[in-house]
């Protein structure tokens, strides 16, 4: 007779995946962050420093 299954039936295994779906929806806004940095090109670097 396994209890383990109705102890808590939506506590920690909701919890979990919903913690894997935001860490999922996270990762999804930096990949395209990251995508976005990229098409804009690489920042300036110290050949041509703009501070002059």
Known sequence: M???ADLDPLGTPQLV???V???G???AA???LQAVLAQ???P???ARPESE
């Open 2 to 4: 396994p209890r383990d």
């Open 30 to 32: 930096l990949q395209q």
């Open 17 to 19: 995946a919903s913690l």
């Open 44 to 46: 300036p670097t110290t």
């Open 25 to 27: 929806r996270q990762l």
């Open 40 to 42: 804009a090109g690489p």
């Open 21 to 23: 779906d935001a860490a």
